[in-house]
């Protein structure tokens, strides 16, 4: 496999804080690859440094073997990275589809073929229903959605996911386990944020742990969860005791 998304050496200063300490991950096409790790990891703010929200105090990012360290984040959104917020960020006084039509301008300039490609996105991800629905009426399980949706309308190369199940419940979450699924089958590399563990691990091919802004494991789901590192710094005794 070949890296569609490389960090080198990343670093994010906050002030004295250190969000991400020389973080150096590699993203393979067409993986669905877990970010895991305990709150103020730093796992928000590598997404950040990845989408060209912001930029990283140092390190260097490549993405399809181009630098893009110093590009922002619509024009990488156009060269295929789209990512979700934690919090999310529908514009809530517009329709479903509008909202989806936002993602889908990214690829054209016409609202009918925006509109066209919005619908076809909404009926992907199940949210078809609810198109002429504002967006702040939606539920907060909807709005999950849409916040994939909108992203998925980018028509992305690369998909970051922070926390796009939290809230939800388990089934709609295995609901949701299905859509990334059916989203890496069309051929998009993703990035996952995730807490449960239940839901992470059985979808991931490969995990990073991050802890304290820095990568103390990666590898595959079965051997990270009997780590060590990952064990005292994250999964806790519950995990030692059940994987043991
Ligand atoms: N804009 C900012 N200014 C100052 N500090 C920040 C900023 N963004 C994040 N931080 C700090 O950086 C650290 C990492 O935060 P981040 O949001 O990346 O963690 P996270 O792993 O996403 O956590 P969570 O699981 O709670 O979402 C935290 O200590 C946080 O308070
Ligand atoms: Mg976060």
Do not use: W
């Not at 399980?141 to 916040?147: G, H, I, N, S, V």
């Not at 590399?189 to 995990?207: F, G, N, Q, S």
Request: glycine share 8%.
């Amino acid at each position: 496999m070949s890296a569609l998304l490389e960090v080198r050496d990343l670093t994010q200063r906050f002030g004295g804080l250190v969000a991400n300490a020389d973080v150096s991950i590699d993203v393979n096409k067409g993986e669905i690859l877990g970010l895991i790790g305990p709150n103020g990891a730093g796992k928000s703010t590598l997404f950040n440094a990845i989408a060209g929200v912001r930029k990283p105090t140092e390190g260097r990012i490549a993405f399809e073997g181009r630098d893009v360290t110093d590009l922002g984040a619509p024009e990488r959104c156009a060269l295929g990275i789209a990512r979700t917020f934690q919090v999310v960020k529908s514009f809530e006084t517009m329709s479903v589809v509008e909202n989806v039509m936002v993602g889908a301008f990214q690829r054209t300039a016409s609202s009918r073929v925006a509109r066209e490609k919005a619908r076809e996105v909404l009926e992907f991800t199940g949210l078809a229903a609810r198109e002429k629905a504002m967006a702040n009426e939606l539920t907060p399980p909807e709005k999950r959605r849409l916040e994939v949706a909108r992203a998925l309308a980018t028509e992305p190369k690369l998909l970051l996911l922070d926390e796009a199940m939290t809230g939800l419940t388990p089934a709609e979450a295995r609901q949701g386990v299905e859509l990334v699924r059916t989203v890496r089958a069309r051929g998009v590399t993703i990035v996952m944020v995730e807490h449960v563990m239940e839901i992470v691990m059985p979808l991931v091919d490969r995990a990073v742990v991050l802890d304290l802004g820095r990568v103390i494991a990666e590898g595959k789901p079965a051997d990270i969860v009997r780590d060590e590192r990952v064990i005292t710094a994250y999964l806790g005794e519950r995990h030692r005791a059940r994987d043991a």
